[in-house]
């Protein structure tokens, strides 16, 4: 397992070098996405209003102050499950240029043939760590469709954001498969201890 500093936007070849297992620590702008937005994009057919070309997007409705016209601090950035956003990604790749996914629980099979195709990848983070991915988040810079709040577009400038961890690359790993599998495999042995073969 490898551990890279990549500074966004994030290129092809950033993302086609990582595998499932290694550690990623981002460096710029991290865009916040949730159903909402997303909704918007694709089922209303509205464009986004900025450009997503080579993003990493943090899937969040995250708690926020205002202070000032447009102008928002971040109180608690947290992250939601990602599965249910699954049919947004293949979208957001090859329509957006979106490289990255960062979110908890993992993707289904459309989002990993997506990253295939595009050169993606999904970076875990940990759920229940809004703290810490708060105090990584130097700045919100932009914020779009205010209307959905909080499941607006958000621009978050972020210093340090990580480590996470590549959990689906863009070969077809998929370290949620492999767990699973290998939980499988053990309950053969499992079964025969308690007598339940």
């Given amino acids: 397992m490898a551990e890279y500093t990549l500074k966004t936007p994030l290129s092809e070849e950033d993302v086609r070098k990582l595998k499932v297992g290694d550690k990623v620590t981002l460096e710029g702008v991290v865009f916040g996405i949730r159903d909402a937005n997303l909704i918007r994009m694709f089922d209303g057919k509205v464009p986004s209003p900025v450009d997503l070309t080579?993003?990493?997007?943090?899937?969040?409705?995250?708690?926020v102050r205002k202070v000032g016209e447009g102008k928002y601090e971040p109180v608690c950035i947290g992250t939601t499950t990602s599965s249910r956003m699954d049919r947004f990604t293949p979208g957001l790749m090859g329509q957006y240029g979106v490289r990255a996914v960062i979110g908890k629980a993992g993707m289904m099979e459309a989002s990993m043939e997506a990253m295939?195709?595009?050169?993606?990848?999904?970076?875990?983070?940990?759920?229940?760590?809004?703290?810490?991915?708060?105090?990584r988040i130097l700045e919100i810079e932009g914020v779009w469709?205010?209307?959905?709040?909080?499941?607006?577009?958000?621009?978050?400038?972020?210093?340090?954001?990580?480590?996470?961890?590549?959990?689906?690359?863009?070969?077809?790993?998929?370290?949620?498969?492999?767990?699973?599998?290998?939980?499988?495999?053990?309950?053969?042995?499992?079964?025969?201890?308690?007598?339940?073969?």
């Fill in 54 to 63: 080579g993003a990493a997007c943090i899937h969040t409705a995250p708690n």
């Fill in 116 to 135: 295939k195709r595009y050169g993606g990848c999904y970076l875990a983070i940990v759920g229940g760590a809004a703290a810490w991915e708060t105090e």
């Fill in 145 to 197: 469709w205010e209307d959905l709040m909080p499941e607006a577009i958000w621009k978050f400038q972020t210093k340090n954001f990580g480590p996470l961890i590549v959990a689906m690359d863009s070969h077809g790993g998929n370290l949620y498969f492999d767990v699973k599998a290998e939980a499988a495999s053990m309950l053969p042995e499992i079964f025969r201890r308690i007598g339940a073969e």
